[in-house]
């Protein structure tokens, strides 16, 4: 089984600082795979906020994204396709939010919805302290956070753990 899916991305500062736009995205399935996509800036975000406190979360420095970033075109092509049929969960409504901006960066519409995690987790019918103990096997095995794709590993592990019941 490799659905449901989990996003997750960094942004260019903590929306408390600004008008942010997204810079890292990734996409994990509860198989194990995940992509990664470092985001080239849009010219449409030129003006847009970008915080050292963030920079300092994630470690993606403007210079990184101009060098290794790829166009948001190509970056929202290739999520869509590696999303594939999934239903795609995040633990963050802001996911959801950078999604639509780079979506209406090139014009495009979002390419799927993005649902909230905890929907998932109560259809399922799972318990708090189920929810709570996958969560923290999860951390222990992928610790490291505000990385995209370890962010959405983590989640996508935690989902994995509860379908499998195998939790310490």
Avoid: N
Avoid at 59 to 69: D, H, Q, T, V
Avoid at 94 to 105: H, P, Q, R, T
Avoid at 132 to 141: C, G, N
């Amino acid at each position: 089984m490799s659905c449901p899916a989990l996003i997750d991305f960094e942004a260019s500062c903590l929306p408390e600082y600004g008008q942010s736009y997204p810079i890292e995205v990734a996409l994990a399935r509860i198989d194990g795979s995940s992509r990664t996509w470092l985001i080239r800036p849009s010219p449409k975000w030129r003006f847009w906020d970008w915080s050292e406190e963030a920079e300092a979360l994630h470690g993606i420095s403007r210079e990184m994204l101009a060098r290794e970033g790829l166009p948001p075109e190509q970056v929202l092509a290739e999520l869509a396709e590696v999303a594939g049929d999934c239903q795609v969960y995040a633990d963050a409504d802001l996911d959801a939010y950078w999604l639509e901006v780079l979506a209406g960066a090139v014009g495009a519409p979002v390419p799927f919805p993005v649902r909230y995690l905890g929907e998932l987790l109560v259809e399922r019918g799972y318990t708090r302290p189920q929810v709570v103990a996958a969560l923290a096997e999860a951390k222990a095995r992928l610790p490291r956070e505000h990385v995209a794709r370890d962010d959405a590993s983590r989640l996508a592990l935690t989902v994995r753990l509860l379908l499998d019941g195998d939790l310490p």
